[in-house]
Nanobody
Framework: VQLQASGGGLVQAGDYLSLSCAAS????????MGWFRQAPGREREFVVA????????YYADSVKGRFTISRDNAKNTMYLQMNDLKPEDTAVYYC?????????????????????WGQGTQVTVSS
């Protein structure tokens, strides 16, 4: 299974970007899809996750109301729509999937629970 993230770029504060993450390879069940990010000098942090079984989505407080996760099953692709971008959103964004269901909200926040990762796409927001 390979995940290919794309859509990053350089934008100004208040602008929007839409990231994509296309999955390829052997068929797999995407129980959970998620996005994480890592800013320079900082640890990787959770951004958003969507649970296929429960249809619930979980957002980090810092992006709630601005970012939206979605998927297109026919295209095996997930998306991250990012609106009203802020300089503090600057980071490399990684998509990830888990084939096993995650039971707790906290489990969705933990990168170690995701088996497949994309290569990352840079998002830079200027002030």
């Amino acid at each position: 299974v390979q995940l290919q993230a794309s859509g990053g770029g350089l934008v100004q504060a208040g602008d929007y970007l839409s990231l994509s993450c296309a999955a390829s390879g052997r068929p797999f069940y995407m129980a959970v899809m998620g996005w994480f990010r890592q800013a320079p000098g900082r640890e990787r942090e959770f951004v958003v996750a969507g649970n296929t079984n429960s249809a619930r989505t979980y957002y980090a407080d810092s992006v709630k109301g601005r970012f939206t996760i979605s998927r297109d099953n026919a295209k095996n692709t997930m998306y991250l729509q990012m609106n009203d971008l802020k300089p503090e959103d600057t980071a490399v964004y990684y998509c990830a999937t888990a084939s096993r269901p995650l039971a707790s909200m906290r489990a969705h926040y933990t990168g170690a629970n995701y088996e497949h990762w994309g290569q990352g796409t840079q998002v830079t927001v200027s002030s």
